[in-house]
Structures are given as structure tokens and as C-alpha cells.
């Protein structure tokens, strides 16, 4: 997991929706089906020797750190709102086409939060080579990115949200 720092994290509506969905699920669901799993591992008997309590104690640890790590999230978020993203410069909460100015190729990249990126879904966050390298330009400007592989010209041919 991300370590999250006293910053804000910024978010599209999307994102936090998402985590705030999760957080519900763990909250409701899955608490109740650890402390279920707790329950029938102390029925067995003698806790000291049972894998199936160290377990179910183990998974129960991960989900309380996961919850306070949503919770944290929620309460840093800074959600992007729509009035708020312009559609004329490259930025979170945007769809930016690019075209590989050597091959001619098209891509389509979501520019979201960090926490949200999903490249190989196109979700390209700021924090990215790619992402910060667009940041800020408009539809018709050329960049040049360095990527672990060398140089990538993209030019920029449309900007939507």
C-alpha cells in the first residue's frame, strides 16, 4: 500500500466513489465474516495451536489496516469537480488522444489521481512520465517524453472530458 502523507489526494469523482464503495464492502461484509471466521476457529478449541484462528486474526489485521487506509483517503480527498476541470489544457479529470508522431499510432489516456491509475485500462496519472509530461499542454502541442525504453513524441489531437 501507498504511504499517504499529510498532502491531499486528489481525485476524480470516480475514484473516490470507488473507495468509498470499498470501504462500505470491508466495513459491512467483510467484518462480519472475519469476526464469523474468528468464532468457529476459538469453537475448535485451544487457540495457541490453530491455524485457523491465526488466520482469520491475520486476515482481520489486514482488513482494519486496509479500512484506516481507505478512511485516511477519504478524509484527504480532494475531489475534482467538473466546473473545476477546463477542457482546453491537459489535466485530471480529462481524456487526452495522443498520436506517436514516429509510428502514427493513436492512444487515449484518462489523466486521473494517483491512487486511481490503471495504465494498462488507460488511466494515466500525473505522476506517471507520460502523465506529467502532458500535463498542461494543449490539443495541437508536440511532447517529447522520456520512458525507460528512450524518447516518445506524442502530439496531442484532442482533449475531452
Do not use: W
Request: proline share 1%.
Amino acid at each position: 500500500m501507498a504511504e499517504i502523507m499529510g498532502e491531499e489526494i486528489i481525485l476524480t469523482k470516480e475514484g473516490y466513489d470507488k473507495i468509498v464503495a470499498e470501504r462500505e464492502e470491508l466495513v459491512s461484509v467483510k467484518r462480519a465474516e472475519v469476526a464469523a471466521r474468528i468464532k468457529e476457529a476459538i469453537s475448535y478449541g485451544d487457540i495457541s495451536e490453530n491455524a485457523e484462528y491465526d488466520s482469520a486474526k491475520n486476515e482481520q489485521a489486514e482488513l482494519e489496516e486496509r479500512i484506516i487506509y481507505l478512511d485516511n483517503m477519504i478524509r484527504k480527498a480532494k475531489i475534482v469537480q467538473d466546473e473545476d476541470v477546463k477542457g482546453d489544457t491537459v489535466g485530471i479529470g480529462l481524456k487526452v488522444c495522443v498520436t506517436n508522431v514516429e509510428t502514427g499510432d493513436e492512444q487515449e489516456f484518462s489523466i486521473v489521481g494517483a491512487t486511481e491509475s490503471d495504465p494498462f485500462n488507460g488511466k494515466i496519472t500525473t505522476e506517471s512520465a507520460v502523465g506529467n509530461a502532458l500535463l498542461g499542454h494543449k490539443k495541437g502541442d508536440t511532447v517529447a517524453i522520456e520512458i525507460p525504453g528512450g524518447t516518445i513524441t506524442y502530439k496531442i489531437t484532442k482533449i475531452s472530458k
